[in-house]
C-alpha cells in the first residue's frame, strides 16, 4: 500500500508564506505523479500543482501560478508545497494526493488520484 503524510499547515497573514511537506511511503509507484489539491467547506476538491516524479515536470492551477512552487526530494520521497503571497481565498484544507501509470493528458485530474493524505489546514487571515 501507499501512505501519504502532510504536515507545514497552519495561519499565516496575508502576503506571508508557508511550506507544505507530503512525505511517501509504502511500495513503490510505477510511472508516478504526486501533487497538492484543496478543499473549502461546501466546494468540491480542486487541483493545486502536480509534479511529475520521474522528470520533475510541473503542473499548476491558474489560480496559483506565479506564487505557488511545488518541488520533489527524490532521496526522501518527499514533496512540498512553497506558498508565497499568500491570499485569504487560499484558505482550505490542503490533500497531498499520488497515482500512477501518469497519462499527461490527465496529470492534474483529480479523479485520476487514488491515494491521499489526511489534510493539513491553511488559513490565511485577511
Known amino acids: 500500500q501507499v501512505q501519504l503524510r502532510e504536515s507545514g499547515g497552519g495561519l499565516v497573514e496575508t502576503g506571508g508564506s508557508l511550506r507544505l511537506s507530503c512525505e511517501r511511503s509504502?511500495?513503490?509507484?510505477?510511472?508516478?505523479?504526486m501533487g497538492w489539491f484543496r478543499q473549502t467547506p461546501g466546494k468540491e476538491r480542486e487541483f493545486v500543482a502536480v509534479i511529475r516524479w520521474s522528470s520533475g515536470s510541473t503542473y499548476y492551477s491558474d489560480s496559483v501560478k506565479g506564487r505557488f512552487t511545488i518541488s520533489r526530494d527524490k532521496s526522501k520521497r518527499t514533496i512540498y508545497l512553497q506558498m508565497d503571497s499568500l491570499k485569504p481565498e487560499d484558505t482550505a484544507v490542503y490533500y497531498c494526493g499520488a497515482r500512477e501509470r501518469v497519462i499527461t493528458s490527465t496529470i492534474t485530474t483529480l479523479e485520476t488520484y487514488n491515494y491521499w493524505g489526511q489534510g493539513t489546514q491553511v488559513t490565511v487571515a485577511s
Open positions: 509504502g511500495r513503490t509507484l510505477d510511472n508516478s505523479a
